[in-house]
């Protein structure tokens, strides 16, 4: 008998995030709206957006149609030259950012976004190898840099944060406040006063920037509403540039554009690195958008930044075809809209549910569920970050029902393609319902 799709992945494709000898996942070849197609025949309702980057779903027709087009024109330009449709991609970005004025440079991805953030901060804060603060339990993406920003306990043995200059500060992690207190708000504020004091601590002329996530991020973190205001009004004091990572949280994930926009014009960070819904995925490619106040100050540098594709033409006509369809399509308020309702619906679970602990986000189509072994004492079902067997045998059950469910440590992470109908999120948080009965009830 022929060899199936998925023994040949497995003779031969090294897989990201897993073990290569346990790698044991579906092979796809196809999907329309939420739903995935397998080679078996079955369908599956996608929660995750695969990883969170299918903002329009799978095949959306405008995204496909766009690559066709732009394929049958011109396939590349190398970055130092223009391509007419990456300048209107970033004129849509610079509009939709509300950094009107600034500039955008196109990468490959999240991690390279951050890296160039970087990079052009140091430019032009003329500290080449400033200091930069990042946090704890965040996620910046796997390459070198990406891993030495990230406070993610499966990398940290893997790169010298120190020696790239990067510090790292307690999240705004209100469930279990590293600040000792128990009020969100206040919890908010202190994580944005330990960035200041880090800051502090190293001078702020050393310091060339701080780069967190506004919002939703992979390592299950939502920042309390204070935290923004707070860490853009002692960034702002100390003279150090803000980037927000908004790989995650941009493009309507948490019910705007981007998720600092939820905090007003005046939180604005000076840049914003961007990648996954930015093309809805169908083609790779991250962004940073520099503010105009910090593009007038490496305007007359060399830019010693990029790859050779960043920016490549096919996705940025995926890129153009995308911010066009969440415009076109209501998506980004139908994000905040669906996504409070799917909020709610997850309140009640918790309410039957005592394994929950908490649920948290639903500023959007985004939501972390965190499970417990006890909610009085909010002990962790494992150790962080760990999965405990229970969570991984309900994803396993999930998935063999046809239902695929992110997941981190203790978390079940919710975030569907903005396009999914909302009968398909109630039967998804019904299936839930019933898995969580059924493995962690006690
Ligand atoms: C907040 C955030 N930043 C950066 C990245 C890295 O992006 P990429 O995988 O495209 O390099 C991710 C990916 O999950 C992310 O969630």
């Known amino acids: 008998m022929a060899a199936s799709a998925t023994q040949h992945e497995a003779d031969s494709v090294l897989h990201s995030w897993c073990v290569p000898a346990a790698w044991d996942?579906?092979?796809?070849?196809?999907?329309?709206?939420?739903?995935?197609?397998?080679?078996?025949?079955?369908r599956i309702l996608d929660l995750s957006s695969l990883s969170e980057c299918s903002l329009l779903g799978h095949q959306h027709p405008r995204l496909v149609q766009a690559i066709r087009d732009q394929a049958q024109q011109l396939c590349f330009v190398t970055n130092p030259w223009g391509a007419r449709v990456r300048a209107e991609l970033a004129?849509?970005?610079?509009?939709?950012?509300?950094?009107?004025?600034?500039?955008?440079?196109?990468?490959?991805?999240?991690?390279?976004?951050?890296?160039?953030?970087?990079?052009?901060a140091r430019l032009a804060q003329e500290q080449p190898q400033g200091a930069v603060i990042a946090r704890d339990r965040s996620y910046h993406g796997a390459s070198?840099?990406?891993?030495?920003?990230?406070?993610?306990?499966?990398v940290q043995a893997l790169v010298d944060a120190d020696a790239l200059n990067v510090h790292h500060v307690p999240p705004p992690y209100a469930y279990r406040c590293p600040f000792g207190t128990s009020s969100p708000e206040a919890c908010g504020k202190a994580a944005a006063q330990a960035v200041a004091a880090g800051i502090d601590a190293i001078g702020s002329r050393q310091t060339a920037a701080v780069i967190m996530e506004p919002n939703a991020g992979?390592?299950?973190?939502?920042?309390?509403?204070?935290?923004?205001?707070?860490l853009r009004r002692l960034t702002r004091d100390r003279g150090v540039l803000l980037i927000a990572d908004e790989v995650m949280s941009g493009?309507?994930?948490?019910?705007?554009?981007?998720?600092?926009?939820?905090?007003?014009?005046?939180?604005?960070p000076d840049l914003i690195t961007c990648a996954k819904g930015l093309t809805g995925a169908a083609a790779p490619l991250g962004a940073v958008i520099v503010s105009a106040a910090v593009y007038a100050r490496i305007e007359r540098r060399m830019l010693p930044i990029g790859l050779t594709y960043c920016g490549h033409p096919l996705s940025c006509a995926a890129g153009l075809a995308a911010v066009r369809a969440y415009r076109d399509e209501g998506l980004i308020?139908?994000?905040?809209?669906?996504?409070?309702?799917?909020?709610?619906?997850?309140?009640?679970?918790?309410?039957?549910?005592q394994a929950i602990g908490e649920v948290r986000g639903g500023d959007g189509l985004f939501a972390v569920v965190e499970l417990v072994a006890d909610r009085v004492t909010r002990a962790p079902l494992a150790p962080w970050p760990q999965t405990p067997p229970a969570l991984a045998a309900l994803l396993r059950d999930a998935l063999a029902q046809g239902l695929s469910l992110a997941s981190r440590g203790?978390?079940?992470?919710?975030?569907?393609?903005?396009?999914?109908a909302q009968d398909e999120l109630a039967d998804a948080i019904e299936r839930l319902d019933?898995?969580?009965?059924?493995?962690?009830s006690r």
């Open 410 to 420: 203790n978390l079940i992470i919710l975030a569907p393609p903005l396009v999914i």
């Open 218 to 230: 992979s390592n299950g973190i939502v920042p309390p509403g204070s935290f923004w205001p707070a």
């Open 434 to 440: 019933a898995l969580l009965a059924h493995h962690l």
């Open 144 to 154: 070198y840099m990406g891993m030495a920003l990230s406070g993610d306990a499966r």
């Open 251 to 268: 493009f309507g994930r948490c019910g705007q554009w981007f998720a600092w926009q939820q905090h007003g014009p005046q939180h604005a």
């Open 25 to 42: 996942a579906p092979t796809v070849v196809g999907g329309e709206g939420a739903w995935l197609l397998l080679e078996d025949g079955r």
């Open 91 to 120: 004129q849509e970005l610079l509009e939709v950012s509300g950094l009107r004025g600034g500039r955008v440079f196109f990468t490959l991805g999240g991690a390279d976004a951050n890296e160039n953030a970087i990079k052009i």
């Open 333 to 353: 308020e139908r994000s905040r809209q669906l996504g409070a309702w799917m909020f709610e619906r997850l309140q009640r679970l918790q309410e039957r549910h």
